[in-house]
Nanobody, 121 residues
Framework: VQLQASGGGAVQAGGSLRLSCEGS????????WLWFRQAPGKERAIVCG????????HCATFVKGRFTMSRDNARSAVYLEMNNLEPEDAAVYYC???????????????WGKGTLVTVSS
């Protein structure tokens, strides 16, 4: 089972990026999917998560409505549309999936390798 994240890059403040994460080796039926990020010297923190049941999305308060998470169950993929990016959003972004676990890094069953987002002021 693998998760492959992509879509990171360098943008200026106020810009946008769309991250993608595609899974393989499983149907991921029943899995919640999440995006985490980790900036240098900081702990890995949740950005947004989407529930398998109902597809509800929950995001961290720092998102402030700027990010949208979606999923395509047929493709075993999730996406993170990030708008109005701020320098504080610069980090490595990781996708992850958990089957019934709480939404903390230690409860994730699968991780993608991460994709780097750089935001210049």
């Amino acid at each position: 089972v693998q998760l492959q994240a992509s879509g990171g890059g360098a943008v200026q403040a106020g810009g946008s990026l769309r991250l993608s994460c595609e899974g393989s080796g499983s149907t991921f039926r029943g899995y919640d999917w999440l995006w985490f990020r980790q900036a240098p010297g900081k702990e890995r923190a949740i950005v947004c998560g989407i529930m398998w049941s109902g597809g509800n999305v929950h995001c961290a308060t720092f998102v402030k409505g700027r990010f949208t998470m979606s999923r395509d169950n047929a493709r075993s993929a999730v996406y993170l549309e990030m708008n109005n990016l701020e320098p504080e959003d610069a980090a490595v972004y990781y996708c992850a999936a958990t089957l019934g676990g709480t939404w903390v890094p230690s409860s994730m069953h699968y991780w993608g390798k991460g994709t780097l987002v750089t935001v210049s002021s």
